[in-house]
């Protein structure tokens, strides 16, 4: 939500005779009080944010009346001035006797008052002050706690392909609306273009926030149109993209919006004897490996429709088919083969564009460590992964990639220190006996390697590794 020209000082003045104290000590006219020794005590109301701390004059001038949200914590404060003039609180104090807040039917005798209105609605705050002279110096404060604003929209379905492109077609747009309080008047907007990036740049003009509108035909341009008429072999859809901001106001100033994410609608193609499917594609947690995406689309006899390839994250692929229901969608990773996507099953409509959801590949697999010397195919884990006082393993991942920071190597009672150099894991012999060593390595999807360990013996000639053995019992 975006808020704009709130302030949050506020004040109510009320003037009120302060005499200077003073005991009379003889007659005559020198010892009596004139006008013109009383000084001008007022107070003030200022409410700010409840971060604010020093002396609220400081942070503006004060007002009477004031707008908050709900649950938000605010700053009731007191302020005195004398002459005009704002003194500091511990100036101040000197020139009353009590002062105190009234919220809500309680009353709090402190200032500044931390305090927060759990509903919406109209309130009136009261701040009192006894001064010297015992009179009661009483105002009061109009607070406004607003419903939170709110808007979304609800139709067309985004996505909505089944808008007659040509004079006759229309499209009815209705949108959900909360958080107008009695005393704001209301305001929306409708934007739409055919660029996504573009639509806050066009404003179709003003709508009533509480009524339907529609969107009328024709949405192809009258050139385009007259040239498809021309060339039926040539067709083509149009996807227009839009939104509605909302915005609540006072006659004194105070506006809150907010701004409506952006729905999409396509229409049907001019020629109805074919439809477009489009599909995105994307991969979770990649990493910028090289990928190489296969896609084969048949149709409900099992014949292949299409077979292209996508090497970047994410991707579309669109086609044209003939309306059909049971078009199949087979999506596989040829480099990466951890990731892995489920098949999709869609029907498409005469003229229409059909854009899937987003076909998503997961890593669901496990990465590896062994001993560099079985990453490599020998018999004997010792060779090649046992060096001088090096010990080598190899990480396996063939999806989102291992991720280095979740790399962890210990033994039965040490954590150790380790060198990874993609996709080797060297480190230093770990005991001068028999030992348990343990690497345990997580990729990118956050999937863990088995919980496995193998056995180090120093003392064999040469040292020896052994495993792996599961942390579960038995071996691997």
């Known amino acids: 939500m975006e808020r704009q020209y709130r302030t949050y000082t506020y004040v109510l003045a009320t003037a009120a005779a302060l005499a ?3 005991s009379v000590s003889g007659c005559g006219d020198a010892n009596l009080a004139s006008s013109s020794d009383t000084r001008s005590l007022k107070q003030h109301i200022f409410v700010l944010p409840d971060r604010f701390s020093g002396q609220p004059y400081q942070y503006g001038s004060p007002i009477h009346t004031v707008y908050l949200d709900t649950n938000e914590s605010v700053k009731f ?3 005195y001035t004398v002459d005009d003039v704002f003194m500091h609180s511990d100036i101040a104090d000197n020139h009353y006797l009590s002062h105190s807040w009234i919220l809500e039917g309680e009353e709090y005798n402190i200032s500044p008052l931390r305090y927060s209105f759990k509903t919406s609605g109209h309130r009136q705050g009261i701040l009192q002050t006894v001064d010297l002279f015992l009179d009661t110096l009483r105002d009061t404060l109009n607070i406004f706690v607003n419903t939170p604003i709110g808007i979304s929209l609800v139709a067309p379905d985004n996505g909505f392909n089944q808008v007659k492109p040509g004079s006759d077609g229309e499209v ?7 958080g107008l309080d009695p005393w704001e008047a209301s305001e929306c907007k409708i934007y739409a273009s055919y660029n996504e990036n573009d639509v806050w740049k066009h404003n179709l003009g003003f709508a009533d926030c509480f009524e339907n509108a529609k969107f009328v035909g024709p949405f192809l341009y009258d050139s385009l149109l007259d040239y498809l008429q021309r060339y039926p072999e040539q067709d083509t859809t149009v996807t227009i993209y839009w939104g509605l901001t909302a915005r609540f106001f006072t006659a004194d100033g105070f506006e809150e919006v907010d701004t409506t994410d952006i729905f999409q609608f396509s229409t049907l193609y001019l020629h109805e004897d074919s439809s477009v499917v489009s599909i995105p594609i994307a991969y979770k947690n990649y990493t910028d490996n090289a990928i190489s995406t296969e896609i084969i689309i048949t149709d409900n006899k099992g014949d292949t429709v299409l ?11 669109r086609v044209k088919v003939a309306p059909q229901t049971g078009l199949h969608i087979y999506a596989q990773e040829l480099l990466l083969k951890e990731f892995q996507a489920e098949p ?11 854009t899937v959801d987003t076909i998503w590949f997961y890593d669901k697999i496990q990465p590896q460590v062994l001993p560099y010397s079985s990453a490599l195919g020998y018999a004997n884990p010792n060779d090649h992964a046992i060096k001088g006082d090096s010990i080598y393993f190899y ?3 063939n999806g989102t990639g ?6 962890v190597v210990s033994t039965d009672k040490d954590t150790l220190t380790f060198l990874y150099e993609k996709p080797f894991i060297k480190f230093k012999t770990p005991c001068l006996g028999t030992c348990n060593i343990r690497v345990q390595v997580e990729d990118f999807a956050h999937n863990t390697s088995p919980r496995h360990y193998w056995i180090y013996s120093w003392s064999s000639i040469p040292p020896t590794l052994r495993g792996p053995y599961s942390e579960t019992g038995g071996d691997k």
Do not use: Q, Y
């Not at 099953?345 to 005469?350: A, G, K, M, R």
């Open 402 to 407: 291992i991720n280095k920071n979740k790399i």
């Open 344 to 354: 999709v099953i869609v029907n498409t409509s005469p003229g229409a564009l059909t």
């Open 77 to 79: 404060w007191a302020s």
């Open 307 to 317: 077979t292209t390839t996508r090497r970047t994250n994410p991707s579309i692929v």
């Open 172 to 178: 009815e747009l209705r949108w959900a609306l909360k």
């Open 395 to 397: 990480a396996l991942d």
């Open 20 to 22: 200077v104290m003073f």
